[in-house]
């Protein structure tokens, strides 16, 4: 099928639709992000609702239905998005990343020091952890999953905007990535500023945005069952 469309799914679509890669052999060789979602659907007309909530991601950037996508783009489908919700010493590699997606333990510190400047006299971090109950239902654990490169290209990106914001912040952010027990900690965002309270504004906007558009979904498994949770403030819209 040298010929075919190659769409990644990822999360609960993965699931839905039992592959993480869906091919089609179809006669165009570009689309609208709009008609290859339509086709999709016409094609899995019992996973239409999914498909018609999620946007299409060309070349790691999200695409509007009318962009045009070609047979030969990196395209990928993705349902909402979901995100994670004293002194110190710590040693940090002049070429560590201060965004990042990990498969391992968040070191808090690290990521704090990155944030760290001398002419700052405020630095605020945010860490997300995973609780126990869940709207009535106790949580045994979280997995998480990410569109990798593309999550740390946002991440990236989320950090620009409080630079254009907040002129002179620093922003670093680290997301935890597969199994996340219980008081462990899935995001930590650090923002320093010269004052306070750019650098409270600046981690709220990060954390709000982070949920909004980085392609990370997280499952929740509970007592008895799981379940993928995305996005929770209404109709979703990364582009917004």
Known sequence: MNNAWKISLFAGLAEAFGTRILLAEWPETELTAGRLKSLLAERYPEQADRIAAAFVARNQEYAHDEETVRREDELALLPPVSGG?????????????????????????????????????????????????????????????????????????????????????????????????????????????????????????????????????????????TEWIGHQLGPWNPLE
């Open 85 to 225: 919700s004293g002194e110190f010493e710590a040693e940090v590699p002049e070429d560590a990343p201060r965004f990042a997606v990990i498969d391992r333990p968040i070191e808090v510190e690290s990521v704090i020091a990155q944030a760290s400047h001398p002419d700052h006299g405020a630095l605020i971090a945010f860490v997300g952890t995973t609780r126990e109950w869940t709207r009535g239902k106790r949580t045994v654990t979280l997995e998480y999953e990410a569109y990798v490169p593309m999550a740390i290209a946002a991440l990236r990106k989320i950090g620009e905007e409080i630079g254009e914001r907040w002129p002179g912040t620093l922003t670093a952010i680290t997301h935890r990535i597969g199994t996340v027990d219980v008081g462990e900690s899935s995001v930590v965002i650090a923002v320093s500023s010269a004052h306070r309270a750019e650098a409270y504004e600046a981690s709220r906007y990060a954390i709000e945005r982070l949920k909004q558009t980085v392609p990370i979904w997280k499952k929740e498994v509970y007592e008895d069952g």
